[in-house]
């Protein structure tokens, strides 16, 4: 089956560590994006990546870093510096990049103490 | 810039009501709009979309109408079942009002459906 992985489920970490996120999809999509969903909030951007090698800062992209060396990959790292890391955060990807028709992975809730 | 309202949840409903959701926009230029749904513990799934005015995007029961001149995207299903109950976002693209394309959320309703 075709579809976006995200492991793993639940991360906890302490404060100062920085902490990777991964994120895999297999549907052959150009483009991947990073989401922020906080309790009672919309979703915000934190990078996207068109083609490999490539990626560009979204809406909140302070205090995090990503890595596009593959097509089927695009790991996030929360760094120490993101201020308040602990969140739920969702992985999408799509045919092309901006596409509305965007795919989601099950997300990763990031606690950090 | 570009954003979206979606009325504040949570909405609790008996299974069977009828169904509204309330969305409203602001975008430049002619955006696409979406209704995005999110059950317990999982990511976001396309529920429906449309992308130009008086469109209507229709998936599973449910039914939204692209209403430019009211700038509205409201999702609404005749009869609810239990199995509903999840977050519901609306979203808008556009590559103006400086959003690039990006889909823009509005901040979820939560709707739990009783039996």
């Given at each position: 089956?075709?579809?976006?992985?995200?492991?793993?489920?639940?991360?906890?970490?302490?404060?100062?560590?920085?902490?990777?996120?991964?994120?895999?999809?297999?549907?052959?999509?150009?483009?991947?994006?990073?989401y922020?969903q906080d309790?009672g909030q919309g979703l915000r951007?934190?990078?996207?990546?068109?083609?490999?090698?490539?990626?560009?800062?979204?809406?909140?992209?302070?205090?995090?870093?990503?890595?596009?060396?593959?097509?089927?990959?695009?790991?996030?790292?929360?760094?120490?510096?993101?201020?308040?890391?602990?969140?739920?955060?969702?992985?999408?990807?799509?045919?092309?990049?901006?596409?509305?028709?965007?795919?989601?992975?099950?997300?990763?809730?990031?606690?950090?103490? | 810039?570009n954003s979206v309202t979606q009325m504040e949840g949570?909405v609790?409903?008996?299974?069977?009501?009828?169904?509204?959701i309330n969305c409203t926009y602001t975008a430049?230029?002619?955006p696409?709009l979406f209704w995005y749904v999110q059950?317990?513990?999982?990511?976001l799934?396309?529920l429906?979309?449309?992308?130009?005015?008086?469109?209507?995007?229709?998936?599973?029961?449910?039914?939204a109408?692209?209403?430019?001149?009211?700038t509205s995207f409201h999702l609404?299903?005749?009869?609810?079942?239990?199995?509903?109950?999840?977050v519901y976002f609306c979203a808008l693209s556009?590559?103006?009002?400086?959003s690039?394309?990006?889909l823009i959320f509005g901040k979820g309703t939560k709707l739990?459906?009783?039996?």
């Amino acid at each position: 089956d075709g579809g976006i992985t995200q492991s793993p489920k639940y991360l906890f970490r302490k404060e100062g560590q920085n902490v990777t996120l991964s994120c895999e999809q297999n549907l052959n999509h150009d483009a991947m994006y990073w989401y922020r969903q906080d309790p009672g909030q919309g979703l915000r951007l934190i990078y996207y990546s068109q083609i490999v090698n490539d990626f560009q800062k979204g809406d909140i992209a302070e205090g995090y870093s990503v890595s596009r060396e593959k097509k089927e990959s695009f790991p996030l790292t929360v760094t120490s510096a993101q201020k308040n890391p602990t969140a739920f955060y969702l992985c999408a990807s799509s045919a092309v990049l901006l596409s509305y028709e965007q795919y989601f992975g099950p997300g990763t809730r990031l606690t950090v103490t | 810039g570009n954003s979206v309202t979606q009325m504040e949840g949570p909405v609790t409903l008996s299974e069977e009501a009828f169904l509204t959701i309330n969305c409203t926009y602001t975008a430049t230029g002619y955006p696409s709009l979406f209704w995005y749904v999110q059950y317990p513990g999982e990511g976001l799934q396309l529920l429906l979309k449309a992308t130009k005015a008086d469109d209507k995007g229709s998936n599973k029961g449910f039914e939204a109408t692209y209403r430019k001149e009211t700038t509205s995207f409201h999702l609404e299903k005749g009869s609810v079942q239990v199995s509903d109950s999840a977050v519901y976002f609306c979203a808008l693209s556009s590559y103006y009002g400086g959003s690039q394309g990006n889909l823009i959320f509005g901040k979820g309703t939560k709707l739990s459906v009783k039996p």
